[in-house]
């Protein structure tokens, strides 16, 4: 009879020890590779030096901004539609515009109205480490909107738009009604409580938010007001910063192309389709992107609102940016 051999544990031991390590080296392969296609899109979602970041509070003024800028830095673009605005300029919280990103020519400029905050997390980024990438504190938004490139943080060059809280917020309420996402029967007062009517941030911490980035980033500030009671101006001011040479005769051109009837007449003659898509009934229902456009109509559409209770800090935000109340 042929004695049957016995298993030698020491091999049995040496063989697992070299499956182990065999397998360790496979998933540390994987890792690395993983590691690699990460940075590879994490560069992609990342800004480039001369890239430009439009970025506001909601109603701030952002798409008469577009108009304006988009004329400043092409001086054979006259007639404009919504759709073509946003096209050369495209708007970073859709996920389209975000997939794109890493085309387009130097000197590009895109749209946001994320607020400025720390720990900006790309796809790529999200897919490795999992996870929600927007912070618990950051209200009426989906948590892919803030995925990178829509970060404001990684962003060098940004334009801030800004205006009037009282305007804004009666603008952001109307709106905000108009699209169906508040009831008819909601006060502005119950608004200004309400997540929706925050965006990231509320109104004072947004424009905070803004102010404290510009000691990391070239920052400019846009106001509203300024664009109604000094247009050359402060355009000629915002041409410079952007690097472009403008005559006078230009932006006089710029300024009646992109004004409130001109951008009236566009949405009339063929809408905003992106908001035409995502809320199909609305339009039918009374909304209009371009409305008023004035800085004191919030005094008889919504009134004096109790803001140093609804939003503390909004007075001193306004101080910093240089508004007299």
């Not at 515009?97 to 109205?113: D, E, I, L, T």
């Not at 509320?202 to 803004?210: C, E, G, L, N």
């Amino acid at each position: 009879m042929v004695q049957q051999q016995q298993p030698n544990p020491a091999h049995q031991r040496l063989g697992l020890a070299a499956l182990v390590a065999a397998f360790a080296a496979l998933v540390a392969l994987g890792i690395s590779a993983e590691r690699r296609i990460d940075v590879a899109e994490v560069a992609r979602e990342t800004p480039r030096p001369d890239d430009v970041l439009l970025a506001s509070f909601p109603k701030s003024g952002s798409h008469w901004a577009r108009f304006l800028i988009l004329r400043l830095l092409d001086e054979k673009l006259d007639a404009l539609t919504f759709a073509e605005a946003e096209r050369r300029m495209p708007d970073l919280e859709l996920g389209p515009a975000r997939q794109a990103f890493n085309r387009g020519p130097r000197g590009r400029v895109f749209k946001s109205h994320q607020p400025w905050r720390a720990g900006a997390i790309g796809t790529a980024e999200h897919r490795s480490v999992g996870g929600e990438p927007c912070a618990a504190e950051l209200k009426n938004m989906d948590w892919s909107q803030c995925l990178c490139p829509n970060c404001p943080e990684r962003w060098r060059r940004i334009i801030y738009m800004v205006r009037d809280p009282r305007a804004t917020l009666c603008s952001f309420y109307k709106f905000q009604t108009q699209l169906g996402n508040v009831a008819n029967t909601s006060s502005y007062a119950d608004f200004l409580r309400m997540d929706e009517s925050r965006y990231g941030f509320d109104w004072p911490k947004h424009v905070t938010s803004y102010l404290d980035a510009a000691a990391d980033a070239d920052v400019f500030f846009l106001k509203y007001e300024d664009l109604h009671s000094k247009p050359e101006a402060t355009l000629s001011e915002l041409a410079t910063w952007l690097g472009t040479d403008v005559t006078q005769e230009r932006l006089a051109d710029v300024i009646r192309m992109s004004d409130r009837k001109a951008m009236q007449r566009a949405e009339e003659a063929t809408g905003t389709p992106l908001f035409d898509q995502l809320y199909p009934d609305a339009r039918r229902n009374g909304f209009r992107l371009v409305r008023e456009g004035s800085t004191t109509a919030w005094r008889d559409e919504c009134g004096e609102a109790d803001f140093d209770a609804l939003l503390p800090g909004w007075r001193e935000a306004m101080g910093r940016l240089g508004y007299a109340l």
